[in-house]
Nanobody, 123 residues
Framework: QVQLVESGGGLVQAGGSLRLSCAASGRTFTGGAMGWFRQAPGKDREFVVA????????YYADSVKGRFTISRDNAKNTVYLQMNSLKPEDTAVYYC????????????????WGQGTQVTVSS
């Protein structure tokens, strides 16, 4: 099993920044792609961003391009999401994911999910 633990969520004003972290652990973690999905109240879960092991392949949702940046520290099995210029529509529970070897925007590709961390952006 793989465990994913997110941190860094919170309340921020529009235009502000937050940095999410996600640490992976477990003997079956083999260093696959990692990423983030989010789900706002009353809405479907949506893809945010994903990155492969080496960092050479990164996919962003159009809604966050230019504002969010994903990075990973493989020595720590940790992925980070730097979120800048936050908007009220970014308010959601953010979930860390891992599973496939290559990043994907499909939630069905990801076997392991974290518990989620709440991000709230006030206007």
């Amino acid at each position: 099993q793989v465990q994913l633990v997110e941190s860094g969520g919170g309340l921020v004003q529009a235009g502000g920044s937050l940095r999410l972290s996600c640490a992976a652990s477990g003997r079956t973690f083999t260093g696959g792609a990692m990423g983030w999905f989010r789900q706002a109240p009353g809405k479907d879960r949506e893809f945010v961003v994903a990155i492969n092991w080496s960092g050479s392949s990164v996919y962003y949702a159009d809604s966050v391009k230019g504002r969010f940046t994903i990075s990973r520290d493989n020595a720590k099995n940790t992925v980070y999401l730097q979120m800048n210029s936050l908007k009220p529509e970014d308010t959601a529970v953010y979930y860390c994911v891992t599973g496939p070897a290559q990043p994907s925007s499909s939630e069905f590709e990801y076997e392991y999910w974290g518990q989620g961390t709440q991000v709230t952006v006030s206007s």
